[in-house]
Nanobody
Framework: QVQLVESGGGLVQAGGSLKLSCAAS????????MGWFRQAPGKERELLTA????????YYADSVKGRFTISRDNAKNTAYLQMDSLKPGDTAVYYC?????????????????WGQGTQVTVSS
């Protein structure tokens, strides 16, 4: 059983940056692909980016391509989401997730393990 804990959210002005962290414990983090999602009030949860088990391959949704960067440090059991050029439309709760029994990056919504989420608010 993998436990995921996000941190690094907060309030930032438009055009600013934030870096989210996702610390994993209790399982084989280094073999699971990871994803970052967000959910704004009244909207469905959205997959933003995903990374394979080794960090060598990534996927980005069009909404964040060129602004967000996913990475991972398997030695530290931690995944990261660097967010630059933030916009008010990026305001949401951000979640990290892990997909068990898979190696490539995964673009589905049915991840197996989820963090509790961290709030990101971008002011105009």
């Amino acid at each position: 059983q993998v436990q995921l804990v996000e941190s690094g959210g907060g309030l930032v002005q438009a055009g600013g940056s934030l870096k989210l962290s996702c610390a994993a414990s209790g399982g084989a983090f280094s073999v699971y692909p990871m994803g970052w999602f967000r959910q704004a009030p009244g909207k469905e949860r959205e997959l933003l980016t995903a990374i394979n088990w080794s960090g060598s391959s990534t996927y980005y949704a069009d909404s964040v391509k060129g602004r967000f960067t996913i990475s991972r440090d398997n030695a530290k059991n931690t995944a990261y989401l660097q967010m630059d050029s933030l916009k008010p439309g990026d305001t949401a709760v951000y979640y990290c997730a892990a997909k068990a029994y898979y190696r490539a990056y995964y673009v589905g919504l049915d991840y197996d393990y989820w963090g509790q989420g961290t709030q990101v608010t971008v002011s105009s």
